[in-house]
């Protein structure tokens, strides 16, 4: 982990928490205004979970591989909640399966994503790649690509 400089480690690590806090809340204030569902505090609390477990690993890179792992398996246990498919249309119908959710999903793996890079390298790649998330999950407004 790279320390920010002039700064001691607990008040790092508590900006590093704030940091991935406002990280969450953008991405699930983006979710919540394009699916119309309360998506703010998940977002904070997967992204605020994965920066706990990556700083309490400590400095021990093995550590922190174990808890990078441990976060990328139980977030896609999240996401795989988020996944639906819908199988209620008329099962003689050669329609696929429609599915849904699957931006919900990946947003909730890039906020986690954002946890583990604040915690573990320069918030500044955090910052740049939140961003660069920001825009793609705005673009569905001009594709008219639907809600997931």
Not at 2 to 7: A, I, K, Q
Not at 91 to 101: A, D, F, I, M, N
């Amino acid at each position: 982990m790279v320390g920010l400089p002039g700064v001691g480690a607990e008040l790092d690590a508590l900006l590093r928490m704030g940091l991935v806090v406002l990280c969450g809340l953008a991405v699930g204030y983006t979710r919540a205004h394009s699916s119309g569902a309360n998506r703010m505090r998940v977002h904070v609390l997967v992204g605020l979970s994965a920066c706990l477990m990556v700083l309490a690993a400590g400095p021990d890179l093995e550590a922190r591989s174990r808890a990078i792992q441990g976060v990328a398996t139980g977030v896609g246990f999240l996401g795989a909640g988020e996944i639906l498919v819908d199988r209620s249309g008329d099962k003689r119908s050669h329609l696929p399966p429609q599915v849904h959710g699957l931006t919900s999903a990946a947003s909730i793996w890039f906020t986690a994503a954002l946890g583990v890079t604040v915690a573990a390298s320069t918030p500044m790649l955090a910052a740049v790649a939140l961003v660069l998330a920001l825009v793609v999950l705005s673009q569905h407004h001009r594709t008219g690509e639907p809600h997931g």
